[in-house]
């Protein structure tokens, strides 16, 4: 069975966000192993911090990200500048995944600066939600409901129409 990791920078403190999560990866649970791993956000001390104090930020966080990420997993890291998927293509792109014989899918949500460039260069995939901008915890929500309608998608289930 496939096994998909959110993986992501700080925690959700607000339960309807979680609540939102647990459900679709109750809902995952017939297709897949799904699980978040939250790593702690890297603090600075300035409220304006400069272009060296972002740069360690972003290398400490992509330190632990890495660590997290198997050697064959499937990655797609979540940025800006990655590539727009419509939910259909998702679907490929997981059901792809599984049949080139991935049996890991880490997708990676970074911290408030975004990710670090060595994550990105692991990345088989850049991947963007949308060219709007969401907050972190919203984009979890999003990212979980997405993998599920993959799922349904590929299965043919009736929830994507």
Not at 32 to 42: M, N, Q, Y
Not at 102 to 128: H, P
Request: hydrophobic share 40%; aromatic share 8%.
């Amino acid at each position: 069975m496939l096994r998909i990791n959110i993986i992501c920078i700080g925690k959700i403190k607000e339960k309807y966000f979680t609540d939102a999560i647990a459900e679709y990866g109750k809902r995952l649970g017939a297709f897949c192993k799904f699980s978040v791993v939250e790593l702690a956000e890297e603090r600075i001390k300035s409220n304006t911090p400069n272009a060296a104090q972002i740069g360690e930020v972003l290398t400490a966080e992509g330190k632990r990200i890495m660590q997290k990420i198997g050697a064959s997993d499937f990655v797609a890291a979540l940025c800006i500048e990655g590539k727009l998927l419509s939910s259909e293509e998702l679907a490929r792109t997981l059901a792809d995944a599984a049949v080139a014989g991935r049996s890991t899918v880490d997708f990676i949500i970074g911290g408030s600066y975004g990710l670090s460039s060595e994550v990105k260069s692991r990345a088989d995939l850049r991947l963007s939600m949308s060219r709007m901008t969401f907050p972190h915890q919203m984009a979890r929500v999003i990212l979980s409901e997405q993998i599920y309608r993959a799922f349904e998608i590929t299965s043919g289930g009736k929830y994507h129409k």
